[in-house]
């Protein structure tokens, strides 16, 4: 019954932004880090961001650092990924997770199925 269900995806322009949600069911998201990982296509699945249960830290990866946000609203049990002046390098299936240590994404328990975010002109 547990679920991470992704939202808000789609193609848009170089420079442009999306906001991605993720609804999470079937467990308490608020003990959990939550976080967001992308995979283009050729290539390994990334960390993208990572924020912990208590939403005071937050780790990006280098390449999206300054351009996208992660938050999370424990009441809507959902999590939030901003992303702002998107580059098509950008372009990858995306996945929010929930990790139960509370504190880190390194071990991720639970994951969503994804969905595409295409960045083209």
């Known amino acids: 019954q547990l679920q991470l269900v992704e939202s808000g995806g789609g193609l848009v322009q170089p420079g442009g932004s999306l906001r991605l949600s993720c609804a999470a069911s079937g467990f308490t998201l608020k003990y959990y880090a939550v976080g967001w990982f992308r995979q283009a296509p050729g290539k390994e699945r990334e960390a993208v961001a990572c924020?912990?249960?208590?939403?005071?830290?937050?780790t990006y990866a280098d390449s999206v650092k300054d351009r996208f946000t992660i938050s999370r609203d424990d009441t809507k049990m959902t999590t939030y990924l901003q992303m702002d002046n998107l580059k098509p390098e950008d372009t990858a299936i995306y996945y929010c997770?929930?990790?139960?240590?509370?504190?880190?994404?390194?071990?991720?328990?639970?994951w969503g199925r994804g969905i595409q975010v295409t960045v083209s002109s």
């Open positions: 997770a929930a990790d139960s240590d509370g504190s880190t994404c390194l071990l991720v328990d639970h």
């Open positions: 924020m912990s249960a208590s939403g005071f830290n937050t």
